[in-house]
T-cell receptor, first 117, second 116 residues
Framework: GDSVTQMEGPVTLSEEAFLTINCTYTATGYPSLFWYVQYPGEGLQLLLKATKADDKGSNKGFEATYRKETTSFHLEKGSVQVSDSAVYFCALSDRMNYGGATNKLIFGTGTLLAVQP | DTGVSQNPRHKITKRGQNVTFRCDPISEHNRLYWYRQTLGQGPEFLTYFQNEAQLEKSRLLSDRFSAERPKGSFSTLEIQRTEQGDSAMYLC??????????????FGPGTRLTVL
């Protein structure tokens, strides 16, 4: 079945460091890909998404590019801040133009990012 | 614009008791999802509604679990005869009609269940 694998944490960085969180996926169809973020004590929030190959999702300085050839969707940020400390989840869903697709999300296990001042 | 709301936010119960959670999706969203998240793991899909129809259930949803969405608006998730292994965060998400052109799901804050 479909699955998502993301790098284990915790990832500990100093403020202004470069961030990469690796995510690879296995899917039989053509999924949409997502990064969700969970700040301490809060619910899941969509960070960015990409719906087809070579699309780049971006938000709040974070970027991820949908790479079909490597089945990857790595999250990057050029300069992290203490406020970026959170758990980051990579996820996929069936593309909605498939008849009968439920678009349920399949998540990775999450990566804890801790940014130190 | 109100987001997805869930009640209660926390529930502590004794093993063997029944519990019910409620989810109110974003008002114009016809798709509703339930997920379960245990500590240190990503959310796992439980079930999916399109309007009032329950169209998919995960194998994780044992016979003790039942979900409804009677009028295609709010949804309830009931767990009968709770077990300690049911302790988790139960998340609800909603998304617009497929013709809206987006498959983004918006999550509620979750209900944390602790079974003693």
């Amino acid at each position: 079945g479909d699955s998502v694998t993301q790098m284990e944490g915790p990832v500990t960085l100093s403020e202004e460091a470069f961030l990469t969180i690796n995510c690879t996926y296995t899917a039989t169809g053509y999924p949409s890909l997502f990064w969700y973020v969970q700040y301490p004590g809060e619910g899941l929030q969509l960070l960015l998404k990409a719906t087809k190959a070579d699309d780049k999702g971006s938000n709040k300085g974070f970027e991820a590019t949908y790479r079909k050839e490597t089945t990857s969707f790595h999250l990057e940020k050029g300069s992290v801040q203490v406020s970026d400390s959170a758990v980051y989840f990579c996820a996929l869903s069936d593309r909605m133009n498939y008849g009968g697709a439920t678009n349920k999300l399949i998540f990775g296990t999450g990566t804890l990012l801790a940014v130190q001042p | 614009d109100t987001g997805v709301s869930q009640n209660p936010r926390h529930k502590i119960t004794k093993r063997g008791q029944n519990v019910t959670f409620r989810c109110d999706p974003i008002s114009e969203h016809n798709r509703l999802y339930w997920y379960r998240q245990t500590l240190g793991q990503g959310p796992e899909f439980l079930t999916y509604f399109q309007n009032e129809a329950q169209l998919e259930k995960s194998r994780l949803l044992s016979d003790r679990f039942s979900a409804e969405r009677p009028k295609g608006s709010f949804s309830t998730l009931e767990i009968q005869r709770t077990e300690q292994g049911d302790s988790a965060m139960y998340l609800c998400a909603s998304s617009p009609h497929r013709l809206a052109g987006t498959d983004t799901q918006y999550f509620g804050p979750g209900t944390r269940l602790t079974v003693l």
